[in-house]
T-cell receptor, first 108, second 113 residues
Framework: AQRVTQPEKLLSVFKGAPVELKCNYSYSGSPELFWYVQYSRQRLQLLLRHISRESIKGFTADLNKGETSFHLKKPFAQEEDSAMYYCALSGGFQKLVFGTGTRLLVSP | SAVISQKPSRDICQRGTSLTIQCQVDSQVTMMFWYRQQPGQSLTLIATANQGSEATYESGFVIDKFPISRPNLTFSTLTVSNMSPEDSSIYLC??????????FGSGTRLTVV
């Protein structure tokens, strides 16, 4: 079975502090992992996918197959990063399984 | 990436009635996906819709409650039938947009009273 776990419902940091949003997954095959972000009053949008190995808006995420993790990191948080972040897994048949989400709140 | 137009954006419906949600994509896609996001919850896949065949429903979702149409490669509808307050959720459609990943509609916020 495919499962995505985001242990933190809320992560509150100050501007300029490092951020790490945790994501662990369970899947027996080779997964494709994504991070999606939803800013206030906006639609869900793709932030990162592991196969592209990009850095978007200063965020990076590395797939660690040994620890079955795909944590999202940013060295210096900005207020505009405040949003809901969802980790998602695609294990086949092109459908996504989402974690429960982490709300990131960046305070000035 | 593909652009999805979803409507209505929100609706308030009486229990026992049905609501049909539409999604229009600006390019042809093989599969369209319908998700539900209940209040305070994550997104849960309802079904996958292929053009020209019956939709494939996930465990816990049935065709009689959530009939889906997929008449062509750019359009799909999801109907929420015989609604009850427990159906109050945000409903979203999604497509896989080539190498960009999955794109989502803006969602339909449904309130059943």
């Amino acid at each position: 079975a495919q499962r995505v776990t985001q242990p933190e419902k809320l992560l509150s940091v100050f501007k300029g502090a490092p951020v790490e949003l945790k994501c662990n997954y369970s899947y027996s095959g080779s997964p494709e992992l994504f991070w999606y972000v939803q800013y206030s009053r906006q639609r869900l949008q793709l932030l990162l996918r592991h196969i592209s190995r990009e850095s978007i808006k200063g965020f990076t995420a590395d797939l660690n197959k040994g620890e079955t993790s795909f944590h999202l990191k940013k060295p210096f948080a900005q207020e505009e990063d405040s949003a809901m972040y969802y980790c998602a897994l695609s294990g086949g048949f092109q459908k996504l399984v989402f974690g429960t989400g982490t709300r990131l709140l960046v305070s000035p | 990436s593909a652009v999805i137009s979803q409507k209505p954006s929100r609706d308030i419906c009486q229990r026992g009635t049905s609501l049909t949600i539409q999604c229009q994509v600006d390019s042809q896609v093989t599969m369209m996906f319908w998700y539900r996001q209940q209040p305070g919850q994550s997104l849960t896949l309802i079904a996958t819709a292929n053009q020209g065949s019956e939709a494939t429903y996930e465990s816990g979702f049935v065709i009689d409650k959530f009939p889906i149409s997929r008449p062509n490669l750019t359009f799909s509808t999801l109907t929420v039938s015989n609604m009850s307050p427990e159906d109050s959720s945000i409903y979203l459609c999604s497509v896989e947009a080539s190498s960009y990943g999955y794109t989502f509609g803006s969602g339909t916020r449904l309130t059943v009273v």
